[in-house]
């Protein structure tokens, strides 16, 4: 299975870099992020930039029927399937206990983000999360509490492997709507099949114990966001647009951090 | 000796926190603690006749702290241009209304998070202000764009990096490339439904 996974991901990879080239031009949004690392204080000419681009900044999305399709089957699975049941687990579980899971789930996740700081030549963050791991998984009782940051005062680093490539100056590629996960973009697809080799979870090695987990793991993030998507339909006029758009940018901030 | 050091120390602070409280943030401050102060006093008791009288006021507070012509324009971009004079002031007062309305709506559910005004830096008549809102699992990011004329006005808002006027930039755009400004315009009404009279 690994050993399949892996080919995919070096499949994926070297497509990337492939395309990146030749995307780059039609790819505003990389070259936006850029001048925005120089001084995210340049908006003396924004103003006149915003009112003369023909077309927003953005995204290539030559799938964008497909994934159109497969948003509206992930609104509806959302709102048939996954909605009621994070409802049912928000009534049942108070929020302390959802906090220590999440805690929990976020402490195992350190591989992940000490790897990627470091993949970043960022070692004095990576070492934090390696101390913060040590510290709110003896102290902070297997990582239930989070004293690294209430008594350290030590902040975590959310860095996953798209963003490490998107600081190599790896472009999105192009905007992909993926069944059950969501918006990705061919940059962070390849980004997260690599990051799941630094998941704890996935060494799980019963089949029903893995399963079991990933699903407590995903219903309880899932249970701090509830209604966030009722209300992003709710603000607008073209959904599928604003997903999109909304995904792109906060990559886009994230990989600047 | 150790006395000294602490009220340098506390002076220090006090001084770096009156740079950082410049009179954009203290005006955004401002317009923003009477809005949420009207919402503590509303969850007394809120009959719908005086649900409305609470939206109107609402508002107008809104106008104040948004600069909402600066918001239509930016998130029209080059259609703007394009607009007659009519369309241009129907736009604005319907684009007005819809951000008032969702406004609203996000003060609705208000629980008591706070808000940390962290940094305000100036360029020309442009100031940009971040904040953060606590909660109680994590911290939100929040940044202002604020356009002063005869007071400082917002017009753009950033959460978690994600510019509310891009966003609905990109929607347009996709909306005015297949339908016309009076198909989007139409669109706005019946999202305000009620409230398209403000």
Redesign the interface.
Known sequence: MPHYKTKICMILFIFVLFLHGFIHAADTNTDQADTDIQDD?A??DE?DE?????????VWDPLEKVNRCIFTMNDKLYLWCIKPVVQKYNHYTP?PVR?GL?NFFNNINMPQRAVNCLLQLRPIDSGTEIVSFAVNSTMGIAGFTNPSKTYFHLESHDEDLGQTLGTYGIGNGFYMVLPFLGSSTLRDITGSLGDNYLDPVNYIEDPYVLIGVSSVRTINTMS?RAGEYE?IK?????PY??V???YI??R???I?K | MKKTIFSIMISLILISSGVAAGDATSELKSSIDKVIGMFKDKQKSTPPEAQLIQRKKIFSIALDLFNFEEMS??TL??E??KLSDDQKKQFAHLFARFLAN?YY??LEEYTNEKVKYLDE?H??D?A?IKTVIVT??NEIPMDY?LLKSDRWRVYDISI????LV??????????LLKQGIND?MN??KQ?LGQFSDL
Do not use: C
């Open positions: 204080w908006f003396e103003f915003e009112m003369d681009e023909p077309v927003p900044p953005g929020i906090v999440m701090f209300k709710e603000m607008a006029f073209e647009s604003a999109k758009d909304g940018q906060y886009t901030k994230q600047e | 324009q930016r971009g080059k703007w241009k969702i709506q996000r830096r360029h020309k442009k940009l109680q699992k764009k978690e990096g994600v510019s891009r966003n609905y930039r990109s929607q347009f755009h996709k909306i989007l669109m706005m999202k």
